[in-house]
């Protein structure tokens, strides 16, 4: 039903980056979403605050768009973060994309966070989501939690680098 990452973000590396490849949700019009923990994942629910713009672009060349999206935005919410919105669920379809945390073992700063993902959304549309923002604790971030908004992650691979600073 969901992914889990409670071991491996510490203070070893000051970037943590995720890879996604074909994710694929069990139901239609799922949103791949992300949320933190602070206690190893006991619970999830950090604040955040948050903005999103996407562009699409669909199969026939006759609708396109890039646009900022307020309704996905969070501000000071502890609610799971969409990364990846309203998926379809056919045979051809999945959503890849990356998301990279940030020092989220200090115990000073707020935690900082970008992602980008690319979708089949509707039938026949191509979406490019941006997402960013900060998890608004001082505690460590030691765990992440991967869901999709309704059903499960039918399949899809998910990867975990440390990056280090020169």
Known sequence: ANVQFTSGIDSTYPIYKFEFINIH???????FRINFSTNGGSSYGVTKTTTSFEAYHNEGGSD????????????????????????????????????????PSSTT????????????????????????????????INAVIFKMSAGNIDSGTIKLYGIKDS
């Open 25 to 31: 949700p069990s139901n239609n019009g799922a949103s």
């Open 64 to 103: 396109s768009e890039l646009r900022y999206d307020f309704a996905y935005d969070q501000a000071q919410s502890t609610a799971d973060l969409n990364i990846a919105d309203e998926m379809q669920n056919s045979n051809d379809a999945h959503a890849s994309g990356t998301f990279t945390l940030f020092n």
């Open 109 to 140: 700063y707020v935690k900082h966070f970008i992602s980008n993902f690319e979708a089949l959304r509707n039938p026949n549309y191509s979406w490019n989501y941006f997402k960013a923002g900060y998890a608004n604790t001082t505690s460590a």
